[in-house]
């Protein structure tokens, strides 16, 4: 069945980059998507990619696929306090209309 | 306010009770899932409906019951409530097409005691 794994948590510095990084076993992957939740809160989406893109830029954050590698990162640029939060990476395949997540990044963003 | 709502946010009760979780959408979406998170946040897919018929239930145990009385609610009954059904329970919906971004509701947090 499908996986997807992620690094539990990341700890940077306020004005630094992070970079979270998850990792997906099914090859039929159509789309990828990085969800964030802050404490309390709900899954809200951030972004997504479709399978056939290499990378995805959207205000501070970049999405990179690398297929072969079932391999997705997504950077935010000049970190926030505001961004500290859980990041989800999902990923739903063809014909199947639940996502798959990962288990989760917790950010920390230190001043 | 264009969303998915969920009501109750909290709920607490005994072992052994029956309740029920609202989820209600506005966004004219066609699908609609009920999604468990846990303790240690996984989140897994339970159910999905599209068009009031349901057309994903994953190994869930039959205490859990989805109800789709319209393309915009689905609601969540659980029967003879255990410790382990603890957690939190988030409604999305989604618009049909291949991207099917999915809108998350604010969790119900279930509590039993």
């Known amino acids: 069945g499908e996986d997807v794994e992620q690094s539990l948590f990341l700890s940077v510095r306020e004005g630094d980059s992070s970079v979270i990084n998850c990792t997906y076993t099914d090859s039929s992957s159509t789309y990828l998507y990085w969800y964030k939740q802050e404490p309390g809160a709900g899954l809200q989406l951030l972004t997504y990619i479709f399978s056939n893109m290499d990378m995805k830029q959207d205000q501070r954050l970049t999405v990179l696929l690398n297929k072969k590698d079932k391999h997705l990162s997504l950077r935010i640029a000049d970190t926030q306090t505001g961004d500290s939060a859980i990041y989800f990476c999902?990923?739903?395949?063809?014909?199947?209309?639940?996502?798959?997540f990962g288990s989760g990044t917790r950010l920390q963003v230190q001043p | 306010d264009t969303a998915v709502s969920q009501t109750p946010k909290y709920l607490v009760t005994q072992m052994g009770n029956d309740k029920s979780i609202k989820c209600e959408q506005n966004l004219g979406h066609d699908t609609m899932y009920w999604y468990k998170q846990d303790s240690k946040k996984f989140l897994k897919i339970m159910f999905s409906?599209?068009?009031?018929?349901?057309?994903i239930n994953e190994t869930v145990p039959n205490r859990f019951s989805p109800k789709s009385p319209d393309k915009a609610h689905l609601n969540l009954h659980i029967n003879s409530l255990e410790l382990g059904d603890s957690a939190v329970y988030f409604c999305?919906?989604?618009?049909?097409?291949?991207?099917?971004?999915?809108?998350f509701g604010p969790g119900t947090r279930l509590t039993v005691l």
């Open positions: 409906y599209n068009n009031k018929e349901l057309i």
């Open positions: 999305a919906s989604s618009q049909d097409g291949a991207r099917n971004e999915q809108f």
């Open positions: 999902a990923e739903r395949d063809t014909g199947r209309r639940a996502l798959t």
